[in-house]
């Protein structure tokens, strides 16, 4: 039992990655009807962010040290952090500690800019082209910006830690009444599982509940008759363009303490997000999130060594059989609408 629990909470970690971007494609596609192989891509630089205000923040120069010289006799001297010298050492060295959390409010605006540019230079231009020619120059600019990151970061992870207040372990099984030590799992790795948890709630809520999420969804089901109404339904398509290389971003800042970021992991995720899409359903945001835990749970089980044992190299093809078992029996997915890329 307590190996079964570990798996799914390993499942709800990697699900809750192809989730959120999974949730991103998605959004796009059923806003613009555009098959976006860029968004990987958008998942990395999110990541990226992550690790530019952590080296931002890590900027120092040289400051005397008082009392102390070195073996040459020279006054000594140490590297100081710059926000040692704005909010001080204690706080300064608690914000360099929490970059990544704090990451999330330097993405959000850098995402949804770089999604509104992406939609208004490029994407625009392709709304009324096939599918293929979607997929060709959307992949092409994903190799681009992978190719921009290398440039400037090298081709080497670079580790960014979590905050120390979240880099031990939770005794998971104690909380649920096994014996202490029996289920040991990462702290952040369940801060992951909780903020996807967060940001996917908003994301339908927004959705649901906001009049501008409202107008969206009309304009997913009949477009013509919104734009007929008066409403600037393209502006606010733009909009989601940006909101949903948002959800990208955030994915990938959260995710860098967990997969140290590397110029390609955007395409590690890519694949992987577009069967989650079509497993779930093209264009259905609940079909997504449940496809994204569902895959994730099934990878987390076929990684377990007694099934490796069994079935050598299950683990990297599992979600692939399952997409293909899925997409025999529903061809929509679990929860695709009529009509969806069947023309």
Same mark, same amino acid.
């Given at each position: ?11 709800? %970690? ?8 999974? #949730?991103?494609?998605? #959004? ?27 080296? +931002? ?17 020279? !006054? ?6 710059? /926000? ?49 020619? !979607? ?54 790795? +369940? ?34 008759? /919104? ?6 339904? %393209? ?11 948002? /959800? ?7 995710? @860098? ?31 997504? /999130? ?38 025999? @029996? ?12 069947? %023309?």
């Amino acid at each position: 039992m307590d190996a079964i629990i570990l798996q799914i909470l390993n499942g709800l %970690d990697k699900g809750s990655a192809y989730a959120l971007i999974a #949730l991103g494609l998605t #959004l796009i596609f059923g806003t613009l009807g555009v098959v976006n192989f860029a968004h990987g891509a958008l998942f990395m630089i999110g990541a990226f962010c992550a690790v530019t205000l952590s080296r +931002l923040l890590s900027l120092s120069h040289e400051v005397e040290i008082p009392g102390e010289v070195d073996f040459l006799g020279n !006054q000594a001297t140490r590297e100081q952090p710059y /926000v040692y010298d704005i909010f001080g050492e204690a706080m300064g060295s608690s914000i360099i500690d929490w970059a990544v959390p704090l990451s999330i409010l330097f993405a959000i605006p850098v995402m949804i800019a770089i999604g509104v540019i992406m939609e208004r230079g490029l994407i625009k231009h392709f709304y009324k082209r096939p599918h293929a020619d !979607q997929i060709l120059v959307t992949f092409g600019l994903a190799i681009v910006l992978q190719e921009i990151i290398k440039y400037y970061y090298g081709a080497n992870p670079i580790p960014t830690p979590a905050p120390s207040a979240f880099t031990g372990s939770f005794d998971f099984g104690a909380l649920i009444g096994f014996d202490p030590n029996t289920i040991i799992y990462p702290y952040w790795r +369940l801060v992951y599982f909780a903020f996807a948890a967060l940001i996917i709630g908003a994301v339908f809520a927004f959705l649901q509940f906001t009049t501008f999420g409202m107008v969206v969804r009309a304009g997913m089901a009949d477009r013509e008759t /919104v734009g007929l109404l008066g409403i600037n339904i %393209d502006k606010r398509f733009t909009i989601m363009f940006g909101l949903a290389a948002a /959800v990208a971003g955030l994915a990938g800042v959260m995710y @860098t303490p967990i997969n140290s970021p590397n110029y390609h992991m955007g395409m590690d995720f890519l694949v992987l997000s577009f069967v989650v899409v079509v497993v779930g359903g093209m264009g259905s945001l609940p079909g997504a /999130v449940l496809a994204g835990f569902l895959l994730g749970i099934l990878e987390s089980f076929a990684s377990m060594r007694e099934v490796i044992a069994i079935i050598p190299g299950i683990n990297q093809v599992i979600i692939y059989l399952v997409a293909i078992v899925i997409l025999l @029996t529903r061809p929509r997915g679990l929860m695709g609408r009529k009509g969806v890329m069947e %023309d």
